[in-house]
């Protein structure tokens, strides 16, 4: 079955323990992504990655870090968690980028304490 | 700066009537792709119709479809004959890709309540 996976999909964690949301697609898709879902205000794009090895802030990258080292994963790091990541994760995916149907993870409930 | 606006917050509509729901944007570039995507209680996201910009033909999903005006830079999306299943958030968003780099932006997303 064609599908985005997300691990974990629920985590309470405290104030500075790193932590790594990993993602993974099974569709050889090139194009990457993560997003942050908080109420209000829609989805916001955190990293993408059009490649393996390429990738590229979004318009909320603070505090983030991805890696793309194979074309299936694209996990994402957070080194220092805060209580204003808590948040509702996405991980999506397409074939390529601009103009490809991404599709989505189950999402990553993420709290900070 | 690259928007989307969903006006309606909530909207509800009874069950086989049909209801709109509307969205702009603003957007200097003249290549880029619109979705509604749909949100039900269970999170997942899930495409409920596209369109390219470069067509002027409206895009139909069964009961849902368009009404996609460039020139206005609108795009709403109208669902026929609402069924319960329908009720859920809704996300209005585009992408393009600028320079090398790419960008999809959503709206803040307007809650279907469908009444039976």
């Known amino acids: 079955e064609a599908q985005v996976t997300q691990n974990p999909r629920y985590l309470i964690t405290v104030t500075g323990k790193k932590l790594t949301v990993t993602c993974s697609q099974n569709?050889?898709?090139?194009?990457m992504s993560w997003y942050r879902q908080d109420p209000g205000l829609g989805l916001r794009q955190i990293y993408y990655s059009m490649n393996v090895e390429v990738t590229d802030k979004g318009d909320v990258p603070e505090g983030y870090k991805v890696s793309r080292k194979e074309k299936r994963n694209f996990p994402l790091i957070l080194e220092s968690p805060s209580p204003n990541q808590t948040s509702l994760y996405f991980c999506a995916s397409s074939w390529s980028s601009g103009t490809d149907t991404q599709y989505f993870g189950p999402g990553t409930r993420l709290t900070v304490l | 700066a690259q928007t989307v606006t969903q006006s309606q917050p909530e909207m509800s509509v009874q069950e086989a009537e049909t209801v709109t729901l509307s969205c702009t944007y603003d957007t200097s570039e003249s290549d880029y792709y619109l979705f509604w995507y749909k949100q039900p209680p269970s999170r997942q996201m899930i495409l409920v119709i596209r369109q390219e910009a470069y067509k002027q033909q409206n895009a139909t999903e069964n009961r849902f479809s368009v009404n996609f005006q460039k020139a206005a830079k609108s795009f709403s999306l109208k669902i026929s004959d609402s069924q319960l299943g329908d009720a859920a958030m809704y996300f209005c968003a585009y992408r393009i890709r600028q320079g090398g780099s790419e960008k999809l932006v959503f709206g803040k997303g307007t809650k279907l309540t469908v009444n039976p």
């Open positions: 569709m050889n898709h090139e194009y």
